[in-house]
């Protein structure tokens, strides 16, 4: 199978995934309010952040305000808004979480969106995301959902010392112990309704090969919800600081 076919069959397959479980959800969280001022009277909010020559980002700071520290990478045709303000509590007492839009709109007003697959790019978009927050992209946890997890284990094999913890959620394909040999730890995420022998297969090869892994599970989600998101969430940052191995020298 050529390369662009088998890009082609990738594409279907996330669209199809997308499509099917959760768009309402998706299209529902696209619409919720974004806060833009990083100090309301509130003790955690997500906040825009805006990136030279490029669409704004949108983060959630770490105590005390602090800069983001980790990345997330939303799912095809999503918002991926939604999904951050699920789990923002837990990702801002674990040092702040950061994410980019895809670069290539799927509707008319450009709200869903999903990423293109030049990694390099990509990169690129994600080093001028952290350092317009004023912090910068080294030794970070990445978070990919669907897409993202696709996305997210590919950017790890390319450049591990930047992206070395993982949390993949609904991944389309299964996460390769091979592409991921580098990564200091990893933690596999599925909802209970999604097909979740892939992330637990992939746990279990993580495991096999050296690399500390583990597998969570989100209670009655289907492929693009997210269930019980802060307690879950807040477990997977909790096993990566106590498990993940220490940073390569």
């Not at 918002?79 to 709109?105: K, T």
């Not at 007003?109 to 990694?119: E, K, P, V």
């Not at 790019?121 to 080093?127: I, M, N, Q």
Request: proline share 6%; hydrophobic share 45%.
């Amino acid at each position: 199978m050529g390369k662009t076919l088998r890009r082609l069959v990738l594409l279907a397959g996330l669209a199809a995934a997308a499509a099917g479980c959760g768009r309402d959800e998706q299209a529902l969280a696209a619409i919720r309010p974004i806060a833009t001022q990083k100090r309301l009277a509130l003790p955690v909010e997500v906040y825009d952040v805006n990136i030279p020559d490029d669409l704004s980002g949108f983060a959630v700071p770490g105590p005390d305000g602090a800069n983001p520290k980790m990345l997330f990478l939303h799912g095809m045709c999503s918002a991926g808004v939604g999904d951050v303000q699920a789990f923002q509590f837990a990702a801002s007492e674990h040092g702040g979480i950061l994410a980019v839009r895809g670069d290539i709109p799927c509707d008319e007003a450009g709200t869903l969106r999903r990423h293109s697959f030049n990694l390099d790019k990509l990169d690129a978009r994600v080093r001028a995301a952290f350092e317009a927050s004023g912090g910068a992209a080294a030794d970070l946890v990445l978070v990919g959902h669907s897409q993202g997890a696709f996305l997210g284990e590919r950017l790890a094999e390319q450049w591990p010392a930047r992206y070395s913890r993982l949390i993949l959620i609904g991944a389309p394909t299964e996460p390769s112990a091979a592409r991921l040999r580098h990564v200091r730890g990893a933690v596999m995420v599925s909802g209970e309704l999604d097909v979740t022998a892939r992330m637990q297969q992939a746990a279990a090869e993580l495991q096999a090969a050296g690399i500390p892994s583990t597998y969570l599970e989100m209670p009655g989600a289907r492929h693009g919800q997210m269930g019980d998101a802060e307690r879950v969430f807040g477990e997977a940052f909790a096993w990566l600081e106590a498990n993940a191995l220490p940073p390569r020298p």
